[in-house]
């Protein structure tokens, strides 16, 4: 399968050199000729400044949000599948257009939500369905990247965590959020937000460019034990309590406190989500990160905004 990437910046870097490894590259396309030279001859592919240039079966698209829309649509247009990066677009009409004409045109749509494919993800979606969840919660912070210019925190980072968060729990009814505008002058910068789920569980997430220190965490506090989940380092932590005591001595209570850490087996997210995205073009089924989860994201991500300038909650449709 010839799988060619539009965008050659940090994103498309990675797309291409995970694809490479796969055997499924089939070029690059980019406005910036030199960008795109550089990357197709690290992998011997070729590369063009429009997509009419290369021939190719799927397309990834990882260039600024601004673009995911018309450069998706035109690719599904000549009936090609299509990995978006995320934020799926930067409005819902357009994601909703884009979701009909895949259906038109009968090709695979997948939004890049990396998160999905970490293995602690998958880890705690099976944990789920054992366990009775009482509160989840996620904090992604790290210092300004110099590669976003046309959304603020709450689509770059915790976009992921509004898409992680709904994946383990539930549809999402209601958002409020708090944040604001310190150091980047046109976006806001960090965000505080609540997620209120159609079950009656509640989710809260952290983010922000403001923190030296990079943090990608996870947390669920579950009827009988309280985990955490390290993105970066693929961990989860889960932390459980016995209690002994006498019958009629209940004032020497002892409390025996069990941390068991699991390490689980290292896998890269990015290639999970390439392999997703080519068996549901194999197998003609609907991937793991569909078009319609991406709006839902985007959805509740514009929710979150909308919230931070009224300071109210906003209900989700």
């Known amino acids: ?79 090609k599948h299509v990995l978006v990066e995320k934020p799926f677009t930067h409005s819902i009409e357009e994601g909703e257009e884009l979701i009909d004409l895949a ?93 209120n789920f159609k079950n009656g569980k509640t989710g809260y997430i952290e983010t922000n460019w403001l923190t030296p220190k990079k943090i990608r965490k996870l947390w669920l506090t579950y009827e009988d034990k309280y985990a955490e989940g390290d993105y970066m380092g693929q961990s989860v932590e889960i932390s459980y309590e016995k209690i002994n005591y006498e019958e009629f001595n209940t004032y020497n209570l002892q409390i025996d406190l069990n941390i068991r850490k699991i390490a689980l087996r290292r896998e890269e997210p990015l290639r999970r989500e390439h392999m997703d995205f080519i068996k549901a073009i194999e197998e003609k089924k609907k991937p793991l990160v569909s078009g319609e989860d991406g709006l839902m994201a985007v959805k509740i991500a514009q929710a979150a905004l909308k919230s931070m300038n009224v300071g109210k909650v906003i209900e989700v449709k």
């Open 103 to 195: 259906k038109e045109m009968n090709v695979v749509l997948e939004v890049g939500h990396i998160e999905r494919f970490n293995p602690i993800v998958e880890f705690f979606k099976n944990i789920n369905e054992k366990e009775k969840l009482i509160t989840i919660g996620a904090k992604r912070v790290s210092g300004f990247p110099t590669r976003i210019r046309d959304v603020g925190v709450v689509m770059d980072l915790g976009v992921h965590d509004i898409d992680v968060l709904r994946y383990l729990v539930d549809e999402v009814s209601g958002v409020y959020a708090r944040g604001g505008k310190i150091k980047n002058d046109k976006y806001e910068d960090h965000a505080s937000i609540v997620l």
């Open 1 to 79: 399968m010839k799988i060619i990437v539009v965008g050659a910046g940090v994103m498309g870097r990675n797309h291409a050199r995970v694809l490479s490894s796969l055997g499924h590259l089939a070029g690059v396309v980019d406005v910036d000729e030199n960008a795109a030279k550089n990357i197709a001859k690290k992998y011997n592919v070729p590369w063009g400044k429009k997509i009419s240039d290369l021939e190719f079966d799927a397309a990834v698209v990882a260039t600024p949000t601004v673009y995911h829309y018309s450069i998706a649509k035109e690719i599904m247009e000549r009936g």
